[in-house]
C-alpha cells in the first residue's frame, strides 16, 4: 500500500541504494504557501536521499497540529502514526520497542511539544528513546488560527489574542534541562543547515531535538517576531558551518547502505578556520567549521550559556548546541533479543509447558 | 460452655498499618489453608504508609464459602487507636484478644477477655534484636491464637518458611515468639469461648495467590511483549509481578528479554506506550485502577478507532474522583463500557475467580490481537490484592492467535494489494502490516482522524459512515471469540441472579442461604464479558425476575444490561451496593429476600 502519487517529469537519478528522489517523496502538503515547515519537509526528503536511508528503516511520529500533518507530506513509503496532541513521544516509546532497528523520525510543534506535550517531551529526553524530534517551532498555534504558544516572545502582539503576558518556553534549554543526548537549534530559512544536521541527526544513537524556526506566514510574521523570515535572515548567528559524512568504517547504520569509500576529506573552503570533528557511534562524522570563535558541542554549561546568551542579546544562534554521541539508547538498556520482538514466535513468547507446575508450587 | 463451632467464624486482627503484621495475618491465613479448611483473607487497610487502623479479616468456613463475613467471632486488638471500636465489633459470645500494655477500659460481659502480654514476651526473648521486636511482636498473637483455637504449629512453621523462602533465621526467630505466645497461652488462660478448628481436607490441590499475580502470570504466559504502568494503588503490584516473573519465564537461553517493561511518567504516557507497542506488533498491556483510567481514556479512542490491540487492566478501586484508594468497588463497569467520546463500544473481560485472572491474562491479547481493539479486563481490589484459594493455573489450551497480519511474503504474494481498512473478509476485521516489513508497499499512515479503507485521510461523509459501521460489525464478530457466561441452574428456581466478578462467592452462599432457609431456589449466571453473548438475554428471557448483583451504587451493569436489551429491562432489579469493603453474602440474600417477600 502506497500513498505515493505519481511526479510529472520527476528525475530518474537514483542514490547509493537505488532509489530516486521520489522513493521519499509523500503526498503534498495542505499547509499554506510560504509555511517554514514545507521547506522542513523537502529537506528531511533530501537528507533521507543523500544520506541513502531505507525508507522502510524510519517510523514517522506526529502529534496534532500544523507540524504534526507533515509527516505525510514525505517519506511515503515509511510507516507513520499521527497520535494525539502532545502524546507523540509516549507512542513513538512504545512503537520502536517492536524493532529497535527503526529509527523514529517525529515531528511536532511549539503547542505539541511545549504545552500540552511538555511532560511527555522531557521524559522522552530522559529516555533517550532513538528518534529525531523536530520541532517545528513558529510560536503560535496555527491549526486552531492564531493564539499564544508556549514559546511566543513576551509582548508579543496578536489579532484577537492581545498582548502576550507570559515568557516564552526554549525547547532547547528544556532538551538540555532533561538530559537531551543531541540539540539542535535551526532556522527553517537557512536550508543547508537543516539539511546537513538532519543527516547528523538520523545517524546518532539516541534523540536528537531539533528545534526548527519555522516561521508562520499566516499569524506569526511581522517583522518584530522572534519567529518571522526576517528576524531569522536578519539576525541568525550560526556557531559553525555544519556538514555531515556518513561512516567509512566503523560499526555501520542500520537504517542506511554505507558505501565504501576513502578517509573523509574535506572541500577547500572547509580547511580555513578552526575545524572540529564529532564521531558518531556509527562511525560517521559531524564536521563544525568554526566562524567567530570555536565552539565545543560536547560541553552541556557551555550550550545552555550560548543559548542564554543569544536570549540576552536577541539574536537567533543556530547549529549543533550538544551532543553525547556515545549515550546509549532506550532499547539499548533493556538487554533484548536479537531478532526485532515484533517478529519473535509463539515458541519464543509462551513459556515452555512444564513451567506451569513450577508456577503452582510458588503459589502456597 | 456452649456448643463447640468449629471451623466456621471470622478472625478479625485489628493493627496500626505499617506495623508488619501483615506477615503474622498471611501466617495464619496459610496454616489454615494448610490444615485443609476453607478459607479468605482480606486487608482492610487505609490509604497510609504508617500509623492508621488497618484489619485483616480472616474467614474460616468448613462448607467453603469464604466470602467476606460481616460479624467478628475472634477479634485480635494490638492497636490502641481502634481498641475501643474493636471491642464493641466482638460478636456476642465472641473471643477478644488484645495486647495488654494498651490500658483501657473493658466494658462487655457478653464475650471471652484474652489479654495477652505481648511486650513482655518479646523482651524477655534475648535473642531478639531491639530493632526486630516491634515486628515480630505480632508472631505473640498467631502463637496465643494457634493455641487457644488449635492451629497446627507445623503448619505455622511451613507457612514461615514459605514465607522467608526457606531461610532458617527469620523462620526461627518468628517460630520462637510463636512457640513463647502459645506456651504463655497453655500456662495463663483458659478458654472460655467455643471456637476451633480442625483439619479438614478440603483444600488439596489447591493453591493460594493473589488476582494480581494471576495476571501477571496469564499475561506472561500469553506472551507478553511490552508493559507500560504508572504506579497505583490497587494495581501496582500487578506490574512489580511482571517484573518479578518475566525474567524467571520470559528470557532466552543466552539470558536476553523477549520482553520489556517500562514505568511511565504518568498513564497518560503509560497508554501511550502501549497503544505504540501494540501498533508495531508487540502484546501491549497496561494495568491500573479508576483515575488512571479516566487519564488513559484518551488515548483508549484513538486505539479503538485506529485499530490498535492492546490490552488494559483497571483494579477497580473506589471512585470517583480519588475516592477511597484502598477500598474495592465494581463502579467502572458503565465507564469502561463507553470509554471515549463518540460512538465507541468496548471489550470487556470480567474475570470472576483467582484461576480466571490468570487465564484472561493470555486470552486477552488473543482477543486484542484478533479483533485489533482495546481489551479492557476488569478486576478489583479484592481480587488484585488479596490472597484467594483457587484452582491451580492451567497452561494455555489454545495456540496464540496472532490476528491479521501481512509480512513481506504475505504482501509479495498479494501483490501489494492490500489497504489497511478494507473489510476483505466479511467480518470487520481488516489486514495490517508492522513497522520493520520491509516490502516497499507495506507502509501506511495510522491517524486519528477519519480515513478511508486505504488508510488516506477523509472527510468525506459517506467515508466516515462506512467506517464507524464496520466498527460495529466488528463488535459483533467479536462475540464469537469472547468467554461466553457461566450459567448454574436449579430445578424449580424461583428467580434468576446475574453477577460478575468478585462477588461470585457471597452469591453463591447467599443463593445457598436463600434455598436453605427461605426455600427460595435460584438460577445463577456470572456474565464473563461484554458485549452480550446470545445466554445472557436468554438468561432474562427464561426469568420473571433477575437480581442484578455488583458493588456500585447506581446498578451499572443493570443499566446496561436495560439499555442492550430494552425489552427485558422490567425484569431486571438491581443490588447494588458499595462501601468500599468487599461484599458479604448477607448484603445479597437479605437485598433479595426483601424484594422475594414484597
Known sequence: MSESLPMAGATTQVNAIGLSKNDYRGNPTTLCQGCGHNSIANQIITACYEANIVPEKIVKFSGIGCSSKSPTYFLNRSFGFNSLHGRMPSLATGALFGDYRLKGLGVSGDGDSASIGMGQFKHAMRRNINMVYIVENNGVYGLTKGQFSATADQGLELKKQGTNLYLPVDICMEALASRASFVARLFAGNAKQVKEVLKAALAHNGIAVLDIISPCVTFNNQESSYYSYSFGKEKEDPLHDISFHAASEGPQSTISYVPPRPEITLEADMIDGEIREVKLHDGSAIILKALDKDYDPTNRLEAMRVLEDAHANNYLVTGLIYVAPESPSLTDLYNLVETPLNRLKEKDLRPAPETIQKINDLMF | ?598
Open chain 2, 1 to 598: 460452655m456452649t456448643q463447640r463451632i468449629v471451623n466456621d467464624f471470622s478472625i478479625t486482627v485489628g493493627t496500626a498499618n505499617g506495623s508488619g503484621s501483615s506477615t503474622a495475618n498471611n501466617t495464619i491465613l496459610r496454616a489454615l489453608f494448610k490444615m485443609g479448611i476453607p478459607v479468605s483473607g482480606k486487608n482492610l487497610f487505609p490509604s497510609n504508609i504508617q500509623g492508621l487502623p488497618t484489619w485483616y479479616t480472616i474467614r474460616v468456613n468448613g462448607e467453603g464459602f469464604t466470602a467476606r463475613r460481616e460479624t467478628h467471632e475472634i477479634m485480635v486488638a494490638m492497636n490502641p487507636a481502634s481498641f475501643a471500636r474493636d471491642l464493641a465489633d466482638v460478636a456476642p459470645g465472641g473471643a477478644f484478644f488484645y495486647a495488654d500494655d494498651i490500658k483501657l477500659p473493658i466494658n462487655r460481659t457478653d464475650i471471652s477477655i484474652y489479654p495477652m502480654p505481648v511486650k513482655q514476651l518479646v523482651r524477655s526473648n534475648p535473642d531478639i534484636p531491639a530493632n526486630l521486636r516491634d515486628l515480630v511482636a505480632n508472631m505473640v498473637y498467631v502463637g496465643i491464637l494457634a493455641q487457644m483455637i488449635g492451629i497446627d504449629i507445623t503448619k505455622i512453621e511451613q507457612a514461615l518458611k514459605f514465607h522467608f523462602k526457606n531461610k532458617e533465621k527469620p523462620v526461627s526467630l518468628n517460630m520462637s515468639m510463636v512457640k513463647a505466645g502459645a506456651e504463655w497461652a497453655t500456662a495463663n488462660l483458659t478458654k472460655s469461648d467455643p471456637f476451633y478448628v480442625e483439619p479438614m481436607n478440603k483444600t488439596e490441590g489447591l493453591i493460594m495467590a493473589d488476582g494480581n499475580t494471576a495476571a501477571a502470570l496469564g499475561s506472561i504466559y500469553g506472551g507478553v511483549q511490552f508493559a507500560g504502568w504508572y504506579p497505583i494503588t490497587p494495581a501496582s503490584s500487578l506490574a512489580e509481578a511482571l517484573n518479578e516473573y518475566l525474567p524467571q519465564l520470559r528470557q532466552t537461553q543466552d539470558g536476553k528479554n523477549t520482553f520489556a517493561v517500562v514505568q511511565a511518567e504518568d498513564e497518560l504516557a503509560a497508554i501511550g506506550m502501549c497503544v505504540g507497542a501494540g501498533w508495531a506488533g508487540l502484546r501491549a498491556m497496561t494495568s491500573t485502577s479508576g483515575p488512571g483510567m479516566s487519564l488513559m481514556t484518551e488515548y483508549a479512542g484513538l486505539a479503538y478507532f485506529a485499530e490498535v490491540p492492546l490490552v488494559i487492566w483497571d483494579v477497580q478501586r473506589m471512585g470517583p474522583s480519588t475516592g477511597l484508594p484502598t477500598r474495592t468497588s465494581q463502579g467502572d463497569v458503565a465507564f469502561v463500557a463507553n470509554m471515549g467520546h463518540g460512538d465507541i463500544d468496548s471489550l470487556i473481560l470480567l474475570p470472576g475467580s483467582i484461576s480466571e485472572c490468570f487465564e484472561f491474562g493470555w486470552r486477552a491479547f488473543d482477543i486484542a490481537e484478533r479483533l485489533q481493539t482495546p481489551v479492557y479486563v476488569l478486576s478489583d481490589l479484592d481480587f488484585g490484592m488479596n490472597q484467594w484459594m483457587s484452582t491451580p493455573f492451567q497452561y494455555p489450551d489454545v495456540p496464540m492467535d496472532r490476528g491479521k497480519v501481512l509480512w513481506e511474503e504475505d504482501l509479495e504474494r498479494i501483490k501489494g494489494d492490500w489497504g489497511r481498512y478494507r473489510d476483505v473478509d466479511g467480518d470487520g476485521i481488516p489486514y495490517r502490516t508492522l513497522p520493520g516489513n520491509t516490502h516497499p508497499l507495506s507502509a501506511y499512515f495510522t491517524r486519528g482522524t477519519g480515513h478511508t479503507p486505504e488508510a488516506r485521510y477523509s472527510e468525506e461523509p459517506d467515508v466516515w459512515v462506512v467506517k464507524m459501521e464496520r466498527l460495529k460489525k466488528k463488535y459483533q464478530t467479536a462475540k464469537k471469540y469472547l468467554p461466553r457466561s457461566i450459567v448454574r441452574q436449579t430445578e424449580g428456581a424461583r428467580f434468576g441472579i446475574i453477577a460478575y466478578g468478585s462477588t461470585d462467592p457471597a452469591v453463591e452462599e447467599a443463593r445457598a442461604r436463600l434455598e436453605r432457609e427461605h426455600g427460595l431456589k435460584s438460577d445463577y449466571l456470572r456474565l464473563r464479558a461484554l458485549p452480550f453473548t446470545s445466554e445472557v438475554s436468554e438468561f432474562i428471557a427464561a426469568h420473571e425476575r433477575v437480581y442484578v448483583v455488583e458493588m456500585n451504587r447506581d446498578g451499572q451493569l443493570q443499566q446496561l444490561l436495560s439499555i442492550k436489551h430494552p425489552e427485558h429491562a422490567t425484569r431486571l432489579i438491581p443490588v447494588a451496593y458499595s462501601d468500599g469493603l468487599p461484599p458479604t453474602a448477607k448484603w445479597i440474600w437479605s437485598a433479595i429476600l426483601e424484594q422475594e417477600e414484597k
